[in-house]
């Protein structure tokens, strides 16, 4: 063995060098060559900059927090709405309502409202009962609420059974509402044991068994005492409440009185009175408003009133019913600019005319003296005599190419072979390839017994529908493919499915989005860029908000809006239900947002919904505040292709794409999917979701699969039948491309006998019991409704 070496390691840098050390190799000519020393000025200014700047972005966020806690619980917000949640039909809501009500009013006796001022606790809120059984109800609540509080009752023996604190309707509704979005939550447990440690162990089973169904930060609170409620409202005061998103984006105002004028009863219309707290932003009197459930209107006049509960005054005024007799203050009156206010368009006006020509443009022009100075080069063989415009009529065999080259056939039936020319020529060389290496001997001996394939000729309608269902029977274990149709005997397929083509590649064929658009795409509206005009949209709002403007009523005001031209029939059910437990909702609509589009809705179908839903059915879509009734269509969302085929129904346990004619709204937005029973049940949850995008031309395809059955196979040719039921068929469906279920692909060569059978060319051996498909497509469209709005129904 060598001598030993001594290991030598590299001096790296120390991790805590200093900034002399870090600048040992700098010389500075300024100071006469010393080394090291950095401009302290420089240094002592970029941290003073880095201070500054961290402080006044910590000022910037405690004056927002600041802001935003004086806005929901101050002198001049609106009162807070407190919603009591049932979890279980064990839970009883009125006497606790009734203990809230009267904690939070200077004097117990005599309240006769839901919203009430306490001057202890400075503080004004309303308080809802939501009742046990009306998910409906349940739902509009939900969506105005500042805090959920859910109660739990732990009246039921927890030793025998520990999780029955919520129900099947609690889970629903609990379900539905985490779709919608939750505000701030809390859990009030009722029914606890007198006895302090059996009281605090029930509050913790209770705690533990339903904590999972709510957010992180939802509290629990005993609610049985005096005390223990005075703790959660002092809890609840200094709480900062947080609600969705999508309620922040837009004025709404919960009805707190409703009344009508009428001036002409011919016309069936009239002028809503409308009066509550505008809660979130500013409403301006020149945009639209939303009735939820009536449809989207125009305001003739905007009043403030005097607030008929403020915090300030004494106990006698803290019930919200007015008397009859008593004259409402109006402190300020807005009435809308004809210029500036937002006209009410829903639907766009087609032109009959629009899609005529009259004369053809100067290009057109062009285009065909060019095309006929060139025909007129080519050197054709003509018989003598013939004239030019005979001339034009004669096809010759260059033409003919032209029009194969079209990949149209005789028939007309349109192919699209994508956008790889040169994959095409290779697929077609391999078929030339294949039909080369076949033994022609057999093939040809199989042409000479076409007699023999085909048996069925005399048969009769009824014998061939029962030998096709034979087959189906048989190979009813193999049905993979739902799209599988049956090809009707009696009616040409080239009619049957005229509006059907082929597709060489879902993924990359191309398809143009405005071709042969249905009528009702004359009536919507659609954006260049959907994205740049929802920023400036936002941006609008916003600058509304930060601005002070005369057309503008404050957050927290109490108003009384004019709508007008409201139906008769929808305001006297407005009218009905203002004294019930349902709140009305009226919002204020964001630009663009009255008008019709085609709107696309990510959605689930609901797990306790166990009917099927089908295309095109009508629906009751809740999409934010809004209610309005649609027939979609749904197909699978696809993130790898422009086109999405269409499902002809809503299949469980993943996401569908939904596509339907409805008023435009920006995203995001949840969408909950109600189903109409027949009679006059209640409307059961079917799907939730939320908005996805506004667009037009997404292309939703139809697909449908014809079949045929394989009667003589030679190799990698076959005789298939049961496809079509006639040559003319055959020769329509020609150019497009044909497959198997057991993976071979091949193309249709010609059609044999009178039946509709045709000799088939495969890029494998095929088996005799294989089954031949075709795929053919359509665009699908959604259905226009009848009725857009459900009126409360």
Known sequence: MGPSRVQVNKAHKTRFSSKSSRNLHRTSLKDGGRIGKSDSSYVKGARAARVQRGKMLREQKRAAVLKEKRASGGLNSAPRVIVLFPLSASAELNSLGEDVLKLLASDGSGIASSTVASSEYKLRATVLKAPYGDLLTCMEMAKVADLMAFVASASSPWEENKSNFIDSFGSQCLSVLRSIGLPSTTVLIRDLPSDLKKKNEMKKICASQIASEFPEDCKFYPADTRDELHKFMWLFK????????????????????????????????????????????????????????VGDFQFSKIEVLKDPIPLNERKNQNSMELDASHDEEVLKSLVPDPIKQEPLIVENTPDPLAGEQTWPTEEEMAEADKNQKQGKLKKRNLPRGTSEYQAAWIVDDTDEEDSDDGHSDDNGMVFDRGEDSNQERRYDQDFEDDEKSLNVRDFDSATQNDSEMMDDEDLTEEQIKEEIKKIKEAHAEDEEFPDEVETPIDVPARRRFAKYRGLKSFRTSTWDPNESLPQDYARIFAFDNVARTQKLVLKQALKIEEEDRDDCVPTGSYVRMHIKEVPLVAASKLSSLVNTTKPIIGFGLLQHESKMSVLHFSVKKYDGYEAPLKTKEELVFHVGFRQFIARPVFSTDNFSSDKHKMERFLHPGGFSLASIYGPISFPPLPLVVLKISEGSG????AALGSL???????????????????QRVSKMKASVRYMFHNPEDVKWFKPVEVWSKCGRRGRVKEPVGTHGAMKCIFNGVVQQHDIVCMNLYKRAYPKWPERLYPQLL
């Not at 996805?692 to 394989?710: A, C, F």
């Open 682 to 685: 209640a409307p059961a949850v």
């Open 238 to 293: 200094a709480q900062r409440l947080s609600v969705p998103h999508w309620r922040s984006q837009r004025p709404y105002v919960v009805a707190q009185k409703v009344g009508m004028v009428v001036d002409d009863e011919s016309s069936g219309m009239c002028t809503l009175l409308f009066s509550g707290y505008l809660r979130a932003r500013k409403l301006s009197v020149n945009q639209l408003v939303h009735v939820s459930g």
């Open 692 to 710: 996805k995008s506004i667009e037009p031309n997404k292309i939703i395809l139809k697909k449908i699969i014809l079949t045929g059955y394989p």
